[in-house]
């Protein structure tokens, strides 16, 4: 099970961290995504993470505001969101992987948390 937490509600240009939680699987061998979904629009991908946490990827919309990481030893990924804009406005989800390396794709995750909302202000 995944569990995220961390959204809430931010002014734009602020930061928040989401943590996801996995309980009952060990994530370290598994690449991890993180995933939003803003009212009307589609899933969309917007980091992941190889199992080692060496590779990393980001879509162009976050790219150089957010950060992943991940802590193995916690069974724990993170996602650092700096310089937050109302468009980044959205149900955040972490997913595992199935296999070690970078996965983009909704149809490549395997076990998905229940998201939390990231609410953003102008």
């Known amino acids: 099970q995944l569990q995220a937490s961390g959204g809430g509600l931010v002014q734009a240009g602020g930061s928040l961290r989401l943590s996801c939680a996995a309980s009952g699987r060990t994530i370290s061998s598994y690449g991890m995504g993180w995933f939003r979904q803003a009212p009307g629009k589609e899933r969309e991908s917007v980091a992941a993470?190889?199992?080692?946490?060496?590779?990393?990827y980001y879509s162009d919309s976050v790219k150089g505001r957010f950060t992943i990481s991940r802590d193995n030893a916690k069974n724990t990924v993170y996602l650092q969101m700096n310089s937050l804009k109302p468009e980044d406005t959205a149900v955040y989800y972490c997913?595992?992987?199935?296999?070690?390396?970078?996965?983009?794709?909704?149809?490549?995750?395997?076990?998905w948390g229940k998201g939390t909302q990231v609410t953003v202000s102008s």
């Open positions: 997913a595992s992987g199935r296999g070690r390396g970078i996965t983009t794709g909704s149809s490549g995750m395997d076990y």
């Open positions: 993470i190889s199992w080692s946490g060496y590779s990393t």
